[in-house]
C-alpha cells in the first residue's frame, strides 16, 4: 500500500489505502462497529449513512457514521465495545 | 452560534446523485445562484460515486464533468435535518451548523433499499445489495470473498456484477420474483433498447454465475459474524458458506425531507404535478422519490426540474416525451419486483425487525398500530429514525408511518439548541 494512510482503530494502528472509508478500516481491521442494546456486534448494513449501524467514535466526536468518513492520517477511532 | 456556513442560492439542490446533478447543471445554465448539497463525501449518488472517469458510463462522466465545469456552489459532507422557518434549511456538517436559504428547492434524495427481516440479518457481514457495493467502492477488499446476492431488483444484477469484476466470487443470485413475472418484464423491455443492451452487458459480464428466481435467504448463521446463508430455492433450502450476504428488497423513496417541508406525498412518493413542482409551491423534486424509475429518469425529472425552477419552462416541455418513457418502466419495475407475501413469514418470533432498538417480530406482532408500537417497544425511535424498520414494518404488519418530524436526522445538542435561538417562534423542536 504505497499511498496508504495510517489510522488507529480502540489505539491499535491499521494501515487503510488513501480514500479508504472508516467503515472499511473496521472492516479490514475486523473489528464490529457498536454494539446494540442488548449486547449484539453490529456492522454496517446500508453503506450509505441511513441505518447508523457503523457508527463509531473519530477523534472523541460520537456517534459518527464511519460508512461517510474518508479515512485521514493519525484518525483516532473508537468503538464502544 | 457556530455555523461554518451560511448562504443564499436562487436555486439549492439537494441530493448530489443523477437527479439533483441534472438538476443543478441545468438551472446554472441560465446564470442562476445554483448550490447543491449531498450528505456523502462525494457527489453521483449511490449509482455513480466512488468509480474512475474510465470506469463510469459515458453518460455520468459527461455530467459528473458538466458539474465540476460549472459555477454552482458544490457542497458534500452536508446533512439537511430541519427547516426553521419557509425558505431556510439547516443542515450539519461535522458538528457545524449550516445555513441555507433558497428561492427556490429541488429535492433530489433518492432512494434507499427496502430491508426485510429474517433470522440472523442482523449479523456482520449481512448487508444490502448497495450497501456492500458502496464499501467496495469506499475501498473494501473483496477479492476471492464469497458473496451470496439475495432479495429482489435489478440492482442485484448490477451489484453482482461490479462484485464479480473486483474479483469477488458469487455462489447464487436469488431473486424473489418469479421468472413468469421476470419473463414478461423482459417482453415490456422494447421499449426500452438502453436497458436491454445493459442487460446484456451485464449477462456477459455475469457469465456462469448462478441465478434462481422464486428464491429468497431463509436465514443467516454465524457465531460473531456472518458464515453461512440458508436460502430457498423451489420450496426446498439449501446452506452455502459464505463471507457475505449483499441482500436488498428493491428500492424505497426518501421522501422525509419533502414531508418536513409540507409537501404532499401518496403511497411513498412525492406527488409532483407535469413540472416537477410539489404540492409546495417553489419546491421541485426529481428522481427516486417521486417513484422508482432509475438512472435515465432521475436523469429527465432532474432537467426539468432545474430548467423549471430557473424559469425556463419551454425547453423543460421538450423532456415530458423521455419522462413518460422512463415512467413506463418504473411501472415495469414496481409490478416485476413487487414483494411475495412468502417474505413476511420469514421473521421468526426472536427475529429483531427494529435494528437500532432491539424490537423483535413477537413483540411488534402484539401490537395494532404504528403508534402503539412506537410507545410499548420504541421500534423507529432510534438513530434511523424508522428508515430501516419502517418499510420493513409497512410490508409485515400494514402500518403506514405517520409524519415525520424535525429533526429529521439526528443532529448535534448544540445546533438543535442553536434553532430555538435563531427562530424562537419555532415550537416544533
Known amino acids: ?33 457498536r454494539v446494540s442494546v442488548k449486547g449484539e456486534s453490529r456492522g454496517p448494513l446500508c453503506g450509505m449513512g441511513i441505518c447508523f449501524e457503523c457508527r463509531v467514535t473519530i477523534n472523541g466526536v460520537s456517534h459518527c457514521r464511519s460508512c461517510q468518513i474518508v479515512c485521514e492520517p493519525a484518525m483516532d477511532v473508537r468503538t464502544d465495545a | 452560534m457556530p455555523s ?60 459528473m464533468r458538466r458539474l465540476s465545469e460549472s459555477r454552482i456552489t458544490k457542497l458534500t459532507g452536508l446533512r439537511v435535518f430541519h427547516q426553521p422557518e419557509t425558505g431556510v434549511l439547516l443542515a450539519e456538517k461535522n458538528e457545524n451548523l449550516c445555513e441555507l436559504r433558497y428561492r427556490s428547492l429541488v429535492i433530489a434524495t433518492g432512494a434507499r433499499e427496502r430491508f426485510l427481516p429474517f433470522s440472523g440479518w442482523t449479523l456482520p457481514n449481512v448487508m444490502g445489495a448497495g450497501g ?27 451489484v453482482a456484477a461490479y462484485l464479480r469484476k473486483h474479483g469477488a466470487v458469487i ?26 443492451a445493459r442487460g446484456f452487458r451485464l449477462k456477459g459480464e455475469l457469465g456462469t454465475v448462478p441465478f434462481a428466481a422464486s428464491s429468497w435467504p431463509f436465514a443467516a448463521e454465524g457465531k460473531e459474524k456472518l458464515e453461512s446463508v440458508t436460502i430457498s430455492r423451489n420450496g426446498k433450502t439449501e446452506k452455502i458458506q459464505c463471507d457475505y450476504l449483499a441482500c436488498g428488497f428493491h428500492l424505497v423513496p426518501n421522501v422525509e425531507l419533502a414531508l418536513l417541508l409540507g409537501c404532499g406525498v401518496e403511497n411513498g412518493c412525492v406527488k409532483v404535478n407535469e413540472w416537477q413542482r ?17 438512472v435515465e429518469l432521475a436523469l429527465t425529472e432532474g432537467q426539468i426540474a432545474g430548467l423549471v425552477a430557473a424559469e425556463r419552462v419551454k425547453e423543460a416541455r421538450e423532456f415530458f416525451r423521455e419522462r413518460k418513457k422512463g415512467r413506463h418502466f418504473a411501472d415495469l419495475l414496481d409490478q416485476t419486483f413487487r414483494l411475495r407475501r412468502d417474505l413476511a413469514e420469514l421473521p421468526t418470533p426472536e427475529t429483531l425487525v427494529c435494528r437500532c ?73
Open chain 1, 1 to 33: 500500500m504505497p499511498d496508504g494512510i495510517t489510522i488507529t482503530i480502540n489505539g491499535a494502528p491499521v494501515r487503510v489505502p488513501a480514500g479508504a472509508t472508516v467503515a472499511v478500516a473496521m472492516a479490514m481491521a475486523g473489528q464490529a462497529c
Open chain 2, 4 to 63: 461554518a456556513i451560511s448562504e443564499r442560492f436562487d436555486v439549492l439542490v439537494i441530493g448530489g446523485g443523477p437527479a439533483g446533478i441534472a438538476a443543478a447543471v441545468r438551472a446554472a445554465e441560465s446564470g442562476v445562484g445554483v448550490g447543491i448539497v449531498d450528505d456523502n463525501p462525494a457527489f453521483g449518488g449511490q449509482i455513480w460515486r466512488g468509480k474512475s472517469e474510465d470506469e463510469q458510463p459515458r453518460e455520468a462522466a459527461r455530467w
Open chain 2, 132 to 158: 456492500l457495493q458502496a464499501m467496495v467502492k469506499g475501498g473494501l477488499p473483496i477479492r476471492g470473498k464469497r458473496v451470496v446476492v439475495a432479495g429482489t431488483g435489478p440492482l442485484l444484477l448490477a
Open chain 2, 171 to 196: 455462489p447464487a443470485i436469488c431473486e424473489q420474483a418469479s421468472w413468469g413475472s421476470l419473463a414478461k418484464f423482459a417482453g415490456a423491455l422494447w421499449r426500452h433498447p438502453a436497458k436491454v
Open chain 2, 278 to 294: 410539489t404540492t409546495v409551491e417553489n419546491i421541485y423534486c426529481a428522481g427516486e422519490p417521486t417513484g422508482i424509475g432509475g
Open chain 2, 357 to 429: 432498538e432491539d424490537v423483535t417480530y413477537s413483540r411488534l406482532k402484539a401490537c395494532s398500530s404504528w403508534r402503539e408500537a412506537k410507545l410499548h417497544t420504541r421500534c423507529g425511535m432510534g438513530p434511523c429514525q424508522g428508515r430501516v424498520c419502517g418499510p420493513a414494518v409497512e410490508f409485515l404488519f400494514q402500518w403506514t408511518p405517520e409524519s415525520v418530524r424535525p429533526p429529521i436526522f439526528p443532529a448535534r445538542v448544540e445546533n438543535l439548541a442553536a434553532v430555538r435561538a435563531t427562530a424562537p417562534q419555532n415550537r416544533s423542536l
